[in-house]
């Protein structure tokens, strides 16, 4: 199956040629439900493990994490719209040059984590100033979905089939459209249009978005497995952390936003 998957697309072109090879491995001899080869081990391989993700992914995330408390305390409060808009457009064509480049360097992928923290570490000051506390209760809330998310699917209460996973993703870039979209329109008016305007659409389009950046958690756990299964290179770890770290974030922003709308008098 050919991902659409704009954060991992490249991960299945990659794992889909019909001869490919890893260092110390044979040619495929059969292929998974996911379009993937695999491969008979002829001997000892630098390929792509879970732990190895595991240990990207948490590497990821401190580094976001370092970088957004810098950017918390180090950048003066009248900086930091400025501050976010600039690491915004670095940050967002980083993501884009990761995912369609299929960008498996870490400092690469390490430097994206560090821009999207100064991000993050921008905005959440933002926020903290105006809704005391909502940053702790947002990081609490994300890690929190994170985890519940994972535990789903290792039990396997939700599968990623086929189809939910085209579901899920087709949904996803509908969203993302609409975004786009809605802030060309906000910057054009210069004001909040009724998807950001802390109304009720606001808040019910928010928990839309929460909701499906929680099921691609889904589709990236099962784009990872299926990466391990097909005995991917271990570089391709960078790939399905970036994917994750992605998520997270986009999770922790809109779970950000959603409080800031309950908490609004």
Not at 3 to 8: D, G
Not at 52 to 57: E, H, I
Request: charged content about 10%; hydrophobic content about 55%; some cysteine.
């Amino acid at each position: 199956m050919k991902s659409s998957n704009p954060v991992l697309s490249r991960i299945g072109a990659a794992a889909q040629q019909p001869r490919y090879t890893v260092p110390g491995q044979g040619v495929p001899t059969s292929y998974t439900p996911g379009g993937y080869p695999e491969v008979v081990q002829t001997g000892h391989a630098d390929v792509m493990t879970l732990d190895d993700v595991v240990v990207k992914t948490i590497t990821l995330v401190s580094l976001t994490a370092v970088s957004a408390a810098a950017a918390w305390i180090l950048v003066p409060f009248e900086a930091l719209l400025p501050v976010w808009a600039g690491a915004a457009i670095v940050g967002f064509i980083m993501g884009l040059i990761i995912s369609f480049a299929q960008v498996t360097n870490p400092l690469v992928v390490c430097g994206y984590a560090v821009v999207q923290g100064v991000v993050l570490g921008a905005l959440s000051r933002a926020y903290n100033y105006f809704f005391d506390g909502i940053v702790l209760q947002a990081v609490i809330a994300t890690l929190g979905v994170f985890l519940l998310m994972a535990v789903l699917y290792r039990t396997k209460v939700i599968r990623a089939t086929p189809k939910f996973m085209r579901v899920v993703i087709g949904a996803v870039m509908g969203v993302v459209a609409v975004m786009v979209v809605n802030l060309v329109i906000t910057l054009v008016t210069g004001s909040a249009t009724p998807l950001r305007d802390g109304s009720p659409i606001a808040i019910g389009f928010s928990l839309v978005c929460i909701l499906l950046a929680a099921l691609m958690f889904v589709v990236n756990f099962k784009q990872i497995e299926d990466g391990i299964a097909a005995g991917l290179p271990r570089k391709y770890g960078w790939l399905g952390a970036f994917g994750l770290l992605v998520e997270l974030i986009w999770m922790y922003v809109e779970i950000l936003r959603l409080l800031s709308y309950l908490q609004e008098d």
